[in-house]
């Protein structure tokens, strides 16, 4: 009867090995796994500073490259596409309630909502924020970011409430509109 190896009990080092020895190859690989970008672990900054935490959904990493089809006189066989705009969608981050992250978010919103009550003849200040991809083996490393330039809140919600459900996580949402992150 045949034996099964679970994966977690082969080391890396032993995995490159036996690979090497079955394809006639080389018998020395690296001691660990390549580094993967796990989704679970990003964080939020506005403008540089202020870090929104960590957060455990992020929707709405996506530009969309709009053109037109514009027939060619004689040309029958294909059209010419003319680029036109690029739309990005908004972001949705949704958490579980923590302190102190919560905090920093209402904070962040009561200014943008000072600024916008506030009379004035300016338009108030866009923002730029930051989503970057934290490395799982070294939290101070990032695999990969995106900086969205004219970052506005769209909306923000907060947990439903009700005394009989026990089991259910207080959750946030916010929702952010910007205007692109290919600048």
């Not at 080391?11 to 690979?19: E, M, N, R």
């Not at 969205?148 to 207080?170: F, H, K, R």
Request: neutral net charge; charged residues 20%; proline residues 8%.
């Amino acid at each position: 009867m045949p034996t099964f190896v679970s994966p977690q009990m082969v080391s890396p080092t032993l995995i490159g090995k036996a690979v090497g020895a079955l394809s006639g190859g080389p018998t020395s690989t690296p001691d660990a796994y390549p580094t993967y970008a796990l989704t679970t672990r990003f964080r939020v900054t506005i403008d540089q500073v202020s870090s929104l935490g960590d957060w455990s959904s992020c929707k709405g990493l996506k530009v969309e490259f709009k053109y037109k089809q514009v027939q060619r006189g004689g040309d029958y066989a294909k059209q010419a596409l003319l680029p036109e705009r690029m739309e990005y969608d908004k972001i949705t981050l949704e958490r579980g309630i923590r302190q102190p992250d919560t905090d920093v978010v209402r904070k962040w919103l009561q200014t943008v909502a000072n600024t916008w009550m506030t009379p004035s003849f300016a338009r108030p200040t866009p923002y730029t924020a930051t989503i970057a991809l934290i490395d799982p083996t070294d939290n101070t490393k990032d695999l990969a970011s995106w900086t969205l330039s004219d970052v506005y809140p769209v909306s923000w919600s907060g947990p439903s409430l009700s005394a009989g459900g026990n089991d259910a996580v207080a959750t946030e949402t916010l929702v952010l509109q910007h205007g692109g992150f290919l600048q």
